[in-house]
């Protein structure tokens, strides 16, 4: 199991208050390469095409994840991210488990 899918895997079994933003830029890297970008360090925007017809993140397939102090990603967001990576079967085709 790779550093990522072990991070992930603690994110889901217990869920941070908050995380480093370079951790969250880490599997973003990983599982969405060139697919977000870093608005003025103050939040992260994760587009992905398979995302715009389902609910939340209509119409764009969007996702904005703030950085608290341009450092910090709350854990509310981290949850959020592990929902799209879910949604979009990411992790289980990477070698994750569920």
Same mark, same amino acid.
């Given at each position: 199991m790779s550093r990522r899918d072990k991070t992930l895997s603690k994110w889901k079994n217990n869920? #941070?208050?908050? *995380?480093?933003r370079q951790e969250v830029e880490a =599997?973003?890297?990983y599982y969405f390469p060139g697919k977000y970008r870093l608005e003025k360090s103050s939040h992260i925007v994760l587009?992905?095409?398979d995302l =715009?017809? =389902?609910? #939340?993140?209509? #119409?764009y397939g969007e996702i904005t994840i703030p950085c608290k102090q341009g450092k910090f990603i709350k854990g509310f967001y981290i949850k959020k991210l592990?929902? *799209?990576i879910e949604i979009l079967g990411l992790w289980e085709e990477r070698g994750g488990k569920s």
């Amino acid at each position: 199991m790779s550093r990522r899918d072990k991070t992930l895997s603690k994110w889901k079994n217990n869920l #941070p208050k908050e *995380v480093r933003r370079q951790e969250v830029e880490a =599997i973003l890297k990983y599982y969405f390469p060139g697919k977000y970008r870093l608005e003025k360090s103050s939040h992260i925007v994760l587009q992905h095409d398979d995302l =715009i017809n =389902i609910e #939340p993140y209509k #119409p764009y397939g969007e996702i904005t994840i703030p950085c608290k102090q341009g450092k910090f990603i709350k854990g509310f967001y981290i949850k959020k991210l592990l929902k *799209v990576i879910e949604i979009l079967g990411l992790w289980e085709e990477r070698g994750g488990k569920s």
